[in-house]
């Protein structure tokens, strides 16, 4: 999906940061058109660098490792660690099973409902894209 999603931002003439830990750094993990690589020494250190570079966080379908990442960038926004828009694209309905753990969770008194509601969510990038462009404020957020 990175790979992807990378080749087309190229391809429409945009650039491309990769940020890897040192042990991914190999030639059939890192993509070879990138703009820029940054190594950075492990999995935290990788997070915090790209909570650094964002401006905002759109979650595509993914794996362990996405889950991982958008729990951490979600919690970090419920402390205040960050004021960065975060944006779950649900094609297909991929995320709507966490989502109604997030609701159950939210319906049980375990997350406030301001915090369930830091994550944007529509199954139609346009739309998502819209509503994560209305929220982005740059020269506000506070930083990771």
Wanted: with cysteine; glycine share 6%.
């Amino acid at each position: 999906m990175m790979g992807a999603l990378a080749d087309t931002a190229l391809a429409s003439g945009g650039r491309v940061t990769g940020v890897l830990p040192e042990v991914l750094n190999h030639a059939d993990i890192v993509h070879p058109g990138l703009t820029h690589l940054e190594i950075v020494a492990d999995m935290p250190a990788r997070k915090a660098r790209l909570c650094q570079l964002a401006d905002a966080f759109l979650v595509l379908p993914g794996g362990l490792g996405t889950l991982e990442e958008l729990a951490e960038l979600w919690s970090w926004a419920q402390l205040g660690l960050h004021t960065r828009p975060i944006a779950l694209l649900n094609t297909a309905n991929y995320f709507s099973p966490l989502l109604t753990f997030v609701s159950s969770a939210q319906q049980a008194g375990f997350l406030a409902l301001r915090d369930r509601d830091l994550v944007a969510v529509d199954a139609e990038p346009a739309r998502l894209t819209t509503e994560v462009l209305a929220h982005l404020t740059p020269a506000k957020a506070k930083p990771c």
